[in-house]
Structure formats: C-alpha cells, structure tokens
C-alpha cells in the first residue's frame, strides 16, 4: 500500500495563477480532508468529504475548491492565488472517525 | 466552544530523560483523543489513540497517554527520551458521528545529547 500520495512536493506560483493539488489514497477510506499547516497554527482544516460526490467545507475554505469524483482522489483547487495561501498543505485520509493517515504534504509558495 | 490546547510551544529534554507533554481539550460530546508526531518535512504519523475502555493507553515507540475525564486531559508521556524522539507533538479531538477532528497548535520536542 502506498497509502496517502500528493503531489506535487512543493511549487511556486505567482499571484493570480491558479494550480491543483493531487491526492490520492489506495485505503479505500471513505472520509478525506485537506489541512494547512502554518508555523505555531496547528492544523486547519480546509475541506473534507464522507465519499464520493459528498463534499464540505472546514474552518478555512476562502480561495479553494475540491471535488471528489471517486473514493481515491480528492484534488484541491487554487483559484486567483494569493500570498495568504503559502503555506504546506497535507491530505488525509480516515476509515469513519478513526485515526487518519497522512500525506507527506506540498510546500506552496505565492510570491 | 471545542478546542484543543497545548500549553508548552517547545520543550527541551536531555536524551535518557523522562518526558510528558501536556494536552486539554473541550470537548462537548465524549471524545476520542488522538496523539500524533511530525518530523521534520513529513506528514503527521498516530502515536496513540483513546476511544473508551482503559484510561492509560500505550502507543509506538514507547509513548503512552492517561485520559482523565475529570481534568479534560490526555497528557502523553515517555520514561526515556531519545535523540531520534526529536520531533513536533500534535493532540487531536473528534468524536462518534463527526468528520472532524480538532488539532492543537503543536509542541516542539528538542532532545539534547
């Protein structure tokens, strides 16, 4: 099992591009999410989803989107971005409220 | 309101020292506490987890965690340190029925040798 994949590992993007983080999981788990991580913040959560075609929004979710068309991709969209966005953003994935496996994340920066 | 708080930002040990790093939480249904630990440039990885039962549970790597209800706690611990523990401590909260857990802000594990 390769687990959690993201991709890419990190990227530069200049104001105003937009760009989609990949996330897949081989687990067959039914909830996925999407996190920022930013230095002394934590975890926040941006969206997540219960299943296929199920999504909704976390704490955080101004400037992003997501679908989830089956139950191993969860991509995230950037639109317009800005430098609020830099951050490291991580994926995970869960079997119902139990324990969630992460991604090893992508380093975004907007310059 | 929930919420997860973790009142120590960093904390150094020395390698062979015992450890505890503190977690409280808010919580308005019971909760299902989680411990997890970061290096450096990975993901987060469970150390731990309570759902119910036994109050004093034992992860990887040597770490356990005590809930205690009455306090709203679930403080991790380990009796000897090493240097490869060097690493940042997330607690998380969730509960039956919800999709989503509430980490704290972290702790920073510095081990000296």
Redesign the interface.
Known sequence: NAGVTQTPKFRILKIGQSMTLQCTQDMNHNYMYWYRQDPGMGLKLIYYSVGAGITDKGEVPNGYNVSRSTTEDFPLRLELAAPSQTSVYFCASSYLEDTQYFGPGTRLTVL | AQSVTQPD?HITVSEGASLELRCNYSYGATP?L?W?VQSP??????LL?YFSGDTLVQGIKGFEAEFKRSQSSFNLRKPSVHWSDAAEY?CAV????????I????TRLKVLA
């Not at chain 2, 980490?103 to 972290?106: A, D, E, L, R, Y």
Request: glycine content about 30%.
């Open positions: 930002i299902y989680f997890y440039g990975q993901g987060l990885q469970l987890k997330f969730g509960g039956r029925g919800t999709y989503k857990y980490f704290g802000t972290g």
